[in-house]
């Protein structure tokens, strides 16, 4: 995958190439390598290009489950990381590991601890009965008369949103809530009952 340009799955920044010597991400959309490394010493109009020096590399990274995988490095005798994602997630470890074997790295695999997943659901678990609770008083409120009227920035979004959930009326919320909710439940035992491998190469 050297010398190729690699898209990315992010909102700004959009592919990605390196060479033995360095790794390029661009925020523009350059279709052929030799554009992107002239980038880095000649950038168009607002465009954004980081470099990463190999050399300057200590570790790469990624949890099998996850979207994104991690470059930690030096810069200025400080410690940096930077998360990338890209557009075709199933090149991530074959890209990832033909930077390691640049850099020389062994690779080792570990297992997630069993508290990130339980951390990162635990959100999900919240939020979900008190939105359900919240949007059943909206379904309530607009059987009795009281429909919703939305205000303020993104307030035709609201709007739309609040017209769905008098729609389908306090029953039906309810019952959405609860699904989500089991739902959420089953994917948090499932993940904390199979943890996911972490691949480390440094």
């Known amino acids: 995958m050297k010398h190729q340009i690699i898209p990315l799955g992010e909102e700004k920044r959009k592919v990605f190439g390196f060479t033995e010597e360095q790794?390029?991400?661009?925020?523009?959309g350059h279709k052929t390598f030799d554009a992107l490394l002239e980038s880095t010493t000649k950038s168009g109009i607002l465009e954004t290009v980081k470099t990463i020096p190999l050399k300057s590399i200590k570790e790469?990274?990624?949890?099998?489950?996850?979207?994104?995988?991690?470059?930690?490095?030096?810069?200025?005798?400080?410690?940096?990381?930077?998360?990338?994602?890209?557009?075709?997630?199933?090149i991530r470890?074959?890209?990832?590991?033909?930077?390691?074997e640049i850099k020389n790295?062994?690779?080792?695999?570990?297992?997630e601890s069993k508290i990130k997943p339980?951390?990162?659901?635990?959100i999900g678990l919240v939020?979900?009965?008190?939105?359900?609770?919240?949007?059943?008083?909206?379904?309530?409120?607009?059987?009795?008369?009281?429909?919703?009227?939305?205000?303020?920035?993104?307030?035709?979004?609201k709007q739309l949103l609040g017209n769905?959930?008098?729609?389908?009326?306090?029953?039906?919320?309810?019952?959405?809530?609860?699904l989500g909710l089991v739902y959420m439940l089953y994917i948090?035992?499932?993940?904390?009952?199979?943890?996911?491998s972490e691949l480390i190469f440094r």
Do not use: C, W
């Open 93 to 100: 470890e074959s890209l990832v590991s033909e930077i390691a």
């Open 127 to 157: 939020l979900i009965p008190i939105l359900t609770y919240f949007f059943r008083e909206m379904a309530l409120d607009a059987q009795n008369g009281e429909h919703y009227v939305a205000y303020g920035r993104r307030s035709g979004l």
């Open 118 to 122: 339980l951390l990162l659901n635990a």
């Open 23 to 28: 790794i390029i991400i661009s925020t523009k």
């Open 188 to 196: 948090t035992y499932k993940r904390y009952n199979n943890p996911a």
């Open 60 to 90: 790469l990274n990624f949890n099998e489950k996850g979207k994104t995988f991690s470059i930690k490095y030096e810069k200025e005798g400080k410690d940096k990381k930077d998360s990338i994602q890209l557009d075709d997630k199933s």
């Open 164 to 178: 769905a959930v008098e729609a389908l009326g306090p029953t039906k919320v309810t019952v959405i809530g609860a």
């Open 105 to 111: 790295f062994s690779k080792s695999v570990s297992l």
